[in-house]
C-alpha cells in the first residue's frame, strides 16, 4: 500500500462546477496535510494546510480531513479553466529518518469550457 | 518577499559528468530541502537541512550525490557522476522552522542526462 494515494485522473469538471479531489494515506498517526498545485512544467505551490478533523475554508477551496477514515479531500467550488493543473497531495509521515513530508503523485484536473 | 531562488533553471550533461544544483531559501527560513521529481510523480526528499545540519540524509544516494549547506543559508546539491537515471526535475523547498512543514518550493532545475 503506497503512503499517500490520489486517482491520477485525468478529472474533467464544466467550468463553475465543483471540482473534488481526493487523497488517501497509511499512516494512521499522520497530523499534518497539505495540497499543492502544479502548472505543467511549474514547480509546486501550497495552496491549502489541514490539520484537524473537518473543514477549512479559503477562498474557493476547502479542505476536508476524516483521520478516522484516513482521508483528506479538497474541493474547488466554481472551478474555472485557469484551476487546471495537477493537484498534489501531501501528508507529514513519520519515518525513521524522522518527520518529512510524503507526497502522492497527484491528481490532473481539467476544467472546461 | 521574495521566493526560493534556484539555478541553473536548465541542465543538459552526458553520463559520467559532474552537475551543481544551487538553491537560495526564502530570508529567515531555517529549514531547507532539496527533492527529486520525476514526471507524473510527486516530489522525493532527497535531504533535509535544519540550519546548516543535515537532520535526514536517508534518501540522499551517498555514493554519488552529496549535499552541503555552508552557513545555514544557501545549499548546494551535487552529482558525480552523473547517471542517464538521474534525468528530473531537482526541487529546493524552504519553511520557516523546523515543525512546520508548510514549504515553499523554488522554480527547479531540470537535468537532462545524455
Known amino acids: 500500500q503506497k503512503e499517500v494515494e490520489q486517482n491520477s485522473g485525468p478529472l474533467s469538471v464544466p467550468e463553475g462546477a465543483i471540482a473534488s479531489l481526493n487523497c488517501t494515506y497509511s499512516?494512521?498517526?499522520?497530523?499534518?496535510f497539505f495540497w499543492y498545485r502544479q502548472y505543467s512544467g511549474k514547480s509546486p505551490e501550497l495552496i491549502m494546510s489541514?490539520?484537524?478533523?473537518g473543514d477549512k475554508e479559503d477562498g474557493r477551496f476547502t479542505a476536508q480531513l476524516n483521520k478516522a477514515s484516513q482521508y483528506v479531500s479538497l474541493l474547488i467550488r466554481d472551478s474555472q479553466p485557469s484551476d487546471s493543473a495537477t493537484y498534489l497531495c501531501?501528508?507529514?509521515?513519520?519515518?525513521?529518518?524522522?518527520?518529512?513530508?510524503?507526497f502522492g503523485t497527484g491528481t490532473q484536473l481539467k476544467v472546461e469550457l | 518577499e521574495a521566493g526560493v531562488v534556484q539555478s541553473p533553471r536548465y541542465k543538459i550533461i552526458e553520463k559520467k559528468q559532474p552537475v551543481a544544483f544551487w538553491c537560495n531559501p526564502i530570508s529567515g527560513h531555517n529549514t531547507l530541502y532539496w527533492y527529486l521529481q520525476n514526471l507524473g510523480q510527486g516530489p522525493e526528499l532527497l535531504i533535509r537541512?535544519?540550519?546548516?545540519?543535515?537532520?535526514?540524509d536517508s534518501q540522499l544516494p551517498k555514493d554519488r550525490f552529496s549535499a552541503e549547506r555552508l552557513k545555514g543559508v544557501d545549499s548546494t546539491l551535487k552529482i558525480q557522476p552523473a547517471e542517464l537515471g538521474d534525468s528530473a526535475v531537482y526541487l529546493c523547498?524552504?519553511?520557516?522552522?523546523?515543525?512546520?512543514?508548510?514549504?515553499?518550493f523554488g522554480p527547479g532545475t531540470r537535468l537532462t542526462v545524455t
Open positions: 523547498a524552504s519553511s520557516l522552522r523546523q515543525g512546520s512543514y508548510e514549504q515553499y
Open positions: 501531501a501528508v507529514r509521515i513519520f519515518t525513521g529518518g524522522g518527520n518529512k513530508l510524503t
Open positions: 537541512y535544519e540550519n546548516e545540519e543535515a537532520v535526514d
Open positions: 489541514i490539520y484537524s478533523n
Open positions: 499512516d494512521r498517526g499522520s497530523q499534518s
